[in-house]
């Protein structure tokens, strides 16, 4: 069985394209084909549908893949415990990061780690919060940085931000009195809601909140759900409906009044965003380092 081979295979599932993943591993794609003909040789089984356009596992090649990861993860494994005894690292720090963290969280961070380690780079992966988690498990991140806890069994959390999950509204005069006269969110029932997709932290610490103060998920009256806060931000503006995001990606259009907030956490209520790396990963003094300086940046020593 071939390493380099089986390599191939995991990066061509992980990019969902053969140019993408000979591009990563620095081959040709005629390679990376003729390492994935080998292995269906070698195992005697077709590993990938022939008749679409994507990339589509058969039942054998699922199989294949979640074995193949972890021996892909145990050889990086190695390969950093040993490197790093020579004082030697990769270059590249591979982090999966919910929506929240990637676009209003990460680029702060690298800016500030780019000026201490400009010779590291970065792989970002914006995924929702269950699949960084699927990232983090796989071995295919090193760390994770996300709005809910999915997994504390096989991974180490560390919070380090207190992130506040408001409503905001269209600022017409119909929710400027919501604003004014609202104490509670009970009202939030008969408004048109645009959700975060399933798998989102923001849409899991919603439903966890509302279900410990009394309020079943299942009764708002959702008319969409939506991946991107941009295009989220963009419907609440255009009035098309109510949203629950977090403060962080809204500071700049509450400051102008584009938009109106509204509190949804009771007071002293909030989530944590968590940096995550699984327990049996041992930490680079790269990673190390970016840890630190995450928590610095954000208050948490």
Partial sequence: MNLKRLESFVKVVDCRSFSKAAKNLYLTQPTVSTHISSLEEEFQCKLFLRNTRNIVLTEKGKILYQYASKMIFLKDKIKKEFLQERGEEKDIIVIAASTIPSQYILPEVIGSFGKRYPQKKFKIIEVDSAKVMQNIIEGIADIGLTGTVIDKNSCHYLPFYKDEL??????????????????????????????????SGTRIETERYLERIGIDPKSLNIIA????PESIKRSV?????????????VREEIEDGTILQYPFFQKNDWRELNIVYQKQHILSKAEESLIKIIQKMYGVS
Avoid: F
């Fill in 166 to 199: 408001i409503i905001i509204m269209p600022n017409t005069e119909k929710y400027q009195r919501i604003q004014k006269e609202q104490t509670g969110i009970e009202w939030i029932l008969d408004e048109p809601i645009i959700m975060r997709e399933e798998g």
């Fill in 225 to 228: 759900n939506m991946e991107n």
């Fill in 237 to 249: 503006r255009n009035a098309i409906g109510i949203t629950i995001i977090s403060k962080l990606a």
